[in-house]
Every structure is written in structure tokens, then in C-alpha cells.
């Protein structure tokens, strides 16, 4: 199980850090990604971190502005996002995939194991 919490309302520039606690997973073989769902819209790739933390892909739309990081120890990813935007908005998901080696899938469909879900907002 997956879940994700720290999402809030935020001024724009503003800064959140999420958080994902897993459980019933051997969390230190496993990929996590963040993704978004914004309404009216797709969910889409947000972040994604491999086991050891020594790959991190990013999109585009947050690369600069967003760190993902992990503690094998506490089983927690995080996603500490900074100079937060209105076109932020959207709810939040974690994601887990059991991997080897470095492999850190960015497609929705490669995670079987979801989080429920944190809402962030950002107001202009």
C-alpha cells in the first residue's frame, strides 16, 4: 500500500513538500513515481525516483522546481516542490513498481501499485 499526503493550499511561488509512505512492499526494489491529475485533463509523469535514489527523471513542466528523494530506512519518498504555479494544481499520486538495477519508468501503465491521492492548489 501506498500513501501520499502534504498536499495543501499554496500561494503561487510558494513551496510543498509531499510525502509517500509504503507498506507490504520490499521498498528498497522498487521505483517510485509522482504523477498529477489536473481536472478535465490526463494524468501525467510528474517525477520518478530508482532504488538507490541515483536516478531521478523529471518532466519538463517541473524540472528546476521540483526534488524527489527517498529514505529506504522510513520506506518514504518525498517530492519537495518549489516556485509552485497555478497550472500546479491538480491531485498528486505516488506510485510503485518492483525493478532491477536502475530501471525508473516514467508510464503510467508500468506502476501497478498506487497511492490514493493528495490535492495540491496553487492560487495566482
Known amino acids: 500500500q501506498l500513501q501520499a499526503s502534504g498536499g495543501g493550499l499554496v500561494q503561487a511561488g510558494g513551496s510543498l513538500r509531499l510525502s509517500c509512505v509504503a507498506s507490504?512492499?520490499?521498498?528498497?526494489?522498487?521505483?517510485v513515481g509522482w504523477f498529477r491529475q489536473a481536472p478535465g485533463k490526463e494524468r501525467e509523469f510528474v517525477a520518478a525516483?530508482?532504488?538507490?535514489?541515483?536516478?531521478?527523471p523529471y518532466s519538463d513542466a517541473v524540472k528546476g522546481r521540483f526534488t524527489i528523494s527517498r529514505d529506504n530506512v522510513k520506506k518514504e519518498v518525498y517530492l519537495q516542490m518549489n516556485s509552485l504555479k497555478p497550472e500546479d494544481t491538480a491531485v498528486y499520486y505516488c506510485?510503485?513498481?518492483?525493478?532491477?538495477?536502475?530501471?525508473?519508468?516514467?508510464?503510467?501503465?508500468?506502476?501497478?501499485?498506487w497511492g490514493q491521492g493528495t490535492q495540491v492548489t496553487v492560487s495566482s
Open positions: 506510485a510503485a513498481k518492483s525493478v532491477i538495477l536502475t530501471h525508473t519508468p516514467i508510464q503510467i501503465d508500468e506502476y501497478p501499485y
Open positions: 507490504g512492499l520490499t521498498f528498497s526494489r522498487t521505483a
Open positions: 525516483i530508482s532504488r538507490s535514489g541515483s536516478t531521478t
